[in-house]
């Protein structure tokens, strides 16, 4: 006893000084304004499951441009869009760095991801060959066709089960359509029923590993251990969802052996861009096996925003009324919407933006300051994580009237886009690491959502009728609900 009483007392007296030499060398750094950080632990205690919401609470108290200590990891937070504006364009070049979890090095995946490298070679090789194989003006309307039949097969999956009176659970059968859409673009085939299905329950696995709380992230010196487990359980999912791809791979290689014809898809692309010798380096199998896997689960952010869509418009019957009329103005008697009437349906595009304002499909991406960096004043360290809380600036007092209620009307008249240039309204990022598969999404939200409410009225069923729709949030890479929604469709004859 007598020994370990000293003992202690010295470890006591080690982890006081260490604090306060700490809190003497932030003081001399000019970082952001902050709360008091707690010794050993920081600022944890102060985040929640909701680490967005969280967020916005401190910044404001402490300001739009905040410091924390997130156990040993310092961390500045950009809550508005003047800040997101310094962070993202003006300061892009030092901040354009990813900062991951160390659940994303399971199975090497992040020096293959398009999503955690940095803006090096293999990153720019991976954003060019994604853009000419899929997301540039020219694929996109070569997909028309593409996107219109996977449109088509939704309304038939929601018509059978509007005539079998079962509710539909909208993001799952959104999700459905993504991957549908995702897989022929890659692979110029549709998954069949057992891999689309785990490909979904890897992605919504994987969405919730990554993260949830790991003392790895907060306390990287001991990460090497993955105490938690983390670590290895997102090893096996990567592993499962990189033998679905290698099984495509394989596939398209003995077609290849055989005298198949050119597919001209984006696993052609990536397969011919490695055998040049340009890129042979950077685009081998990996790269290709971390750029799908990137791609099947940026697919949830379309389910996403058709689910909140469906869900605020459930809560506004006068917008649900006047989106169905506009829909029914444009559409007339055809069967199916198009592509071309996106641009004529001014309030079927206010309604998402004002879905994607109140609900960023990622609320708090992440980045790190590749150099330090002063922003009015203040001192971004290098090496700091930087996250940019889109969904406190998609909400902020000073940019938004009653920023917290659904009015899709603020946007019928405006010339406010989310394509990244107007910060106040930036749900898919900004700059250089904006949202890859924005030119898709954009696409093919509204060809869903513009559909489903042209051909069907929508009702809550008996019990969520009563208790009004369970907007509860469950935070991952990628925001859903605790609890699905499942509505009752009735086809407007």
Request: hydrophobic share 45%.
């Amino acid at each position: 006893m007598a020994f370990f009483l000293p003992l202690a007392f010295s470890l006591f007296l080690a982890v006081i000084s260490a604090y306060v030499l700490q809190l003497l060398a932030d003081a001399r750094r000019r970082l952001p304004p902050g709360p008091w950080p707690l010794p050993l632990i920081g600022n944890l205690h102060q985040l929640d499951h909701l680490p967005h919401r969280s967020l916005a609470r401190l910044a404001a108290r402490h300001g739009p441009l905040m410091s924390l200590r997130l156990g040993t990891v310092r961390a500045v937070v950009a809550s508005s869009p003047e800040m997101a504006r310094e962070v993202l364009q003006r300061h892009n070049a030092d901040i354009a760095a990813r900062s991951f979890g160390d659940s994303m090095r399971a199975g090497g995946h992040c020096e293959n991801s398009v999503v955690c490298l940095p803006p090096r070679l293999r990153w720019r090789a991976l954003r060019r060959l994604s853009t000419v194989g899929l997301f540039s003006p020219r694929r996109l309307d070569a997909m028309r066709a593409l996107l219109e039949e996977k449109v088509a097969e939704l309304v038939r999956r929601v018509s059978g089960h509007a005539a079998r009176g079962e509710a539909v659970d909208v993001g799952h059968a959104a999700h459905v359509a993504a991957l549908g859409v995702l897989s022929r673009t890659m692979f110029s085939v549709d998954l069949d029923p057992e891999a689309a299905r785990e490909v979904s329950d890897i992605v919504d696995e994987a969405s919730v590993l990554g993260t949830g709380p790991n003392v790895s992230d907060f306390f990287p010196a001991i990460a090497p251990a993955d105490l938690q487990g983390v670590r290895r359980r997102m090893a096996r999912l990567v592993k499962r969802m990189y033998a679905i791809i290698d099984e495509q791979i394989e596939r398209r290689m003995h077609g290849r052996t055989a005298g198949e014809p050119r597919k001209n898809d984006l696993l052609d692309v990536m397969l011919e861009e490695g055998e040049s010798k340009e890129d042979s380096n950077e685009i081998n199998r990996d790269a290709i096996r971390g750029l799908f896997t990137d791609l099947f689960t940026g697919g949830e952010t379309t389910s996403h925003t058709m689910e909140c869509a469906m869900a605020e418009l459930l809560q506004c019957p006068n917008s649900m009324r006047r989106v169905q009329e506009e829909l029914k103005s444009v559409i007339g008697t055809k069967q199916q919407m198009d592509e071309h009437d996106i641009t004529k349906l001014p309030y079927l595009q206010a309604v998402i933006k004002e879905t994607l304002r109140l609900h960023p499909p990622v609320p708090l991406p992440p980045y790190e300051a590749e150099a330090t960096v002063e922003i009015q004043g203040y001192t971004i360290p290098k090496g700091a994580k930087v996250l940019i809380n889109l969904w406190a600036i998609n909400r902020c007092a000073n940019a938004w009237t009653e920023p917290d209620k659904f009015m899709p009307e603020r946007f019928y008249d405006s010339d406010i886009t989310f394509m990244g240039r107007d910060f106040q309204l930036i749900p898919f990022g900004a700059g250089r690491r904006i949202c890859l598969g924005l030119p898709l999404a954009h696409r093919m939200v509204h060809l869903m959502l513009g559909s489903l409410l042209h051909r069907f009225t929508w009702t809550l069923p008996a019990e969520a009728g009563k208790n009004g729709v369970d907007m509860r949030e469950r935070f991952g890479l990628t925001l859903s609900f605790v609890v699905p929604l499942y509505v009752i469709a009735q086809e407007i004859q």
